[in-house]
């Protein structure tokens, strides 16, 4: 079992950077794939990236592709969510999510798949 807790939200103004992180309990942070989603107010929730449990593969939504980059760093527990060029459609509460991992390719961007989420960081950019 994992717990999550991301941190790194806050407010920005468009064109700006955040750079969120999903810090892990336990020592098998390592056997998880882990996976970035959003919920905007009013809206279904979103899948934004996803990182292998090594991190050697990464899987983005097309809304995010070159904008936001996801890494991991097994050692600290912890994954991140580096986003550059804020809108304000990048509003929302964002949430990391980690399922345990079937091999070290392995990625999903359901979100029916993950098992554990944190509680989530408000990320709002204004115009």
């Known amino acids: 079992q994992v717990q999550l807790v991301e941190s790194g939200g806050g407010l920005v103004q468009a064109g700006g950077s955040l750079r969120l992180s999903c810090a892990a309990s336990g020592r098998t942070f390592g056997s998880y794939v882990t996976g970035w989603f959003r919920r905007a107010s009013g809206k279904e929730p979103q899948f934004v990236a996803a990182?292998?449990?090594?991190?050697?593969?990464?899987n983005y939504a097309d809304s995010v592709k070159g904008r936001f980059t996801v890494s991991r760093d097994n050692a600290k527990n912890t994954a991140y969510l580096q986003m550059i060029r804020l809108t304000p459609e990048d509003t929302a509460v964002y949430y990391c999510?980690?399922?345990?991992?079937?091999?070290?390719?392995?990625?999903?961007?359901?979100?029916?798949?993950?098992?554990?989420w944190g509680q989530g960081t408000q990320v709002t950019v204004s115009s």
């Open positions: 990182i292998s449990r090594n991190g050697g593969r990464t």
């Open positions: 999510a980690a399922d345990r991992a079937i091999h070290n390719d392995y990625v999903t961007l359901m979100l029916n798949d993950y098992d554990y």
